[in-house]
Protein backbone atom coordinates (compact mmCIF):
# COMPACT_ATOMS: atom_id res chain seq x y z
CA UNK A 1 0.00 0.00 0.00
CA UNK A 2 1.21 3.15 -1.00
CA UNK A 3 0.10 6.60 0.83
CA UNK A 4 2.31 8.53 -1.48
CA UNK A 5 0.62 12.23 -1.68
CA UNK A 6 0.49 13.29 -5.42
CA UNK A 7 2.05 16.54 -6.37
CA UNK A 8 -1.53 17.99 -6.08
CA UNK A 9 -2.14 17.08 -2.45
CA UNK A 10 -1.69 18.76 0.47
CA UNK A 11 1.40 17.71 3.12
CA UNK A 12 -1.43 15.57 5.50
CA UNK A 13 -3.25 13.40 2.96
CA UNK A 14 -0.52 10.37 3.66
CA UNK A 15 -1.58 10.43 6.84
CA UNK A 16 -5.96 10.76 5.76
CA UNK A 17 -5.09 7.94 3.14
CA UNK A 18 -3.42 5.69 5.97
CA UNK A 19 -5.60 6.07 8.57
CA UNK A 20 -8.72 5.59 6.05
CA UNK A 21 -6.59 2.57 5.09
CA UNK A 22 -6.79 1.53 9.04
CA UNK A 23 -10.18 1.93 9.24
CA UNK A 24 -11.13 -0.09 5.89
CA UNK A 25 -9.27 -2.93 7.24
CA UNK A 26 -10.86 -2.81 10.24
CA UNK A 27 -14.16 -2.99 8.11
CA UNK A 28 -12.84 -5.55 5.95
CA UNK A 29 -10.79 -7.65 8.28
CA UNK A 30 -13.05 -7.72 11.52
CA UNK A 31 -11.99 -6.36 14.70
CA UNK A 32 -8.67 -5.60 15.17
CA UNK A 33 -7.49 -6.23 18.66
CA UNK A 34 -3.45 -5.89 18.30
CA UNK A 35 -1.31 -4.08 15.76
CA UNK A 36 2.82 -4.75 16.05
CA UNK A 37 5.00 -2.46 13.75
CA UNK A 38 8.26 -1.99 13.26
CA UNK A 39 10.07 0.57 15.81
CA UNK A 40 12.58 2.56 13.67
CA UNK A 41 15.06 4.37 15.63
CA UNK A 42 17.61 5.62 12.76
CA UNK A 43 16.60 7.42 9.78
CA UNK A 44 18.09 7.33 6.80
CA UNK A 45 17.31 10.88 6.31
CA UNK A 46 15.00 14.16 8.05
CA UNK A 47 12.12 13.45 5.49
CA UNK A 48 12.02 10.10 6.17
CA UNK A 49 11.82 10.45 10.05
CA UNK A 50 8.96 13.42 9.59
CA UNK A 51 6.90 10.74 7.47
CA UNK A 52 8.24 7.86 10.49
CA UNK A 53 6.51 10.31 13.26
CA UNK A 54 3.31 10.97 11.16
CA UNK A 55 2.54 7.47 10.42
CA UNK A 56 3.28 6.74 14.06
CA UNK A 57 0.65 9.38 15.49
CA UNK A 58 -1.63 8.35 13.06
CA UNK A 59 -1.61 5.06 14.09
CA UNK A 60 -1.50 5.40 18.00
CA UNK A 61 -4.27 7.90 18.09
CA UNK A 62 -6.47 5.75 15.61
CA UNK A 63 -5.58 3.07 17.88
CA UNK A 64 -6.12 4.72 21.20
CA UNK A 65 -9.43 5.84 19.77
CA UNK A 66 -10.60 2.26 18.63
CA UNK A 67 -9.50 0.68 21.77
CA UNK A 68 -6.41 -1.44 19.85
CA UNK A 69 -3.49 -2.65 21.29
CA UNK A 70 -0.24 -1.45 20.03
CA UNK A 71 3.47 -2.17 20.20
CA UNK A 72 6.35 -1.56 18.65
CA UNK A 73 8.76 -3.71 18.28
CA UNK A 74 12.60 -3.12 17.89
CA UNK A 75 14.24 -3.77 13.97
CA UNK A 76 17.43 -5.92 15.66
CA UNK A 77 14.64 -7.70 17.70
CA UNK A 78 12.64 -8.83 14.56
CA UNK A 79 15.88 -9.97 12.91
CA UNK A 80 17.56 -11.49 15.38
CA UNK A 81 14.27 -13.80 15.95
CA UNK A 82 13.90 -14.01 12.22
CA UNK A 83 17.49 -15.07 11.65
CA UNK A 84 18.99 -15.48 15.08
CA UNK A 85 21.57 -12.04 13.84
CA UNK A 86 20.34 -8.58 15.05
CA UNK A 87 21.65 -7.29 12.03
CA UNK A 88 20.06 -9.45 9.18
CA UNK A 89 20.34 -8.01 5.64
CA UNK A 90 17.75 -7.96 3.84
CA UNK A 91 18.46 -11.77 1.92
CA UNK A 92 18.94 -13.01 5.14
CA UNK A 93 15.24 -12.05 6.15
CA UNK A 94 13.97 -13.22 2.79
CA UNK A 95 15.18 -16.47 3.33
CA UNK A 96 14.18 -16.81 6.43
CA UNK A 97 10.97 -16.27 5.62
CA UNK A 98 10.67 -18.81 3.05
CA UNK A 99 12.69 -21.56 5.32
CA UNK A 100 9.33 -20.71 7.40
CA UNK A 101 6.93 -21.85 4.13
CA UNK A 102 6.12 -18.25 3.50
CA UNK A 103 6.92 -16.50 -0.30
CA UNK A 104 7.22 -12.95 0.13
CA UNK A 105 7.13 -10.69 -2.72
CA UNK A 106 10.29 -8.26 -0.93
CA UNK A 107 11.76 -7.44 1.82
CA UNK A 108 8.82 -5.33 3.50
CA UNK A 109 6.44 -8.13 3.04
CA UNK A 110 9.42 -10.64 4.63
CA UNK A 111 9.93 -7.81 7.72
CA UNK A 112 6.01 -8.18 8.32
CA UNK A 113 6.12 -11.84 8.30
CA UNK A 114 8.79 -11.96 10.90
CA UNK A 115 7.15 -8.88 12.91
CA UNK A 116 3.74 -11.19 12.79
CA UNK A 117 5.58 -14.74 13.36
CA UNK A 118 7.41 -12.95 16.50
CA UNK A 119 4.39 -11.39 18.12
CA UNK A 120 2.47 -15.08 17.62
CA UNK A 121 5.78 -16.83 18.95
CA UNK A 122 6.25 -14.67 22.03
CA UNK A 123 2.88 -13.16 22.59
CA UNK A 124 3.87 -9.76 21.76
CA UNK A 125 7.38 -10.00 23.68
CA UNK A 126 6.25 -11.87 26.91
CA UNK A 127 7.82 -15.23 26.36
Known amino acids: VSFRPSRYDGGGM ?6 GWLEQLAQDAGPITAIHFEEVRRHVGTDA ?25 PVGTIKRHATGKGNANKDAMMAAARARGFSPADDNEADAIAILLWALETRGGVQ
Open 49 to 73: AHVYGGLLATLTSWAETAGVAYQGV
Open 14 to 19: RYLRFR
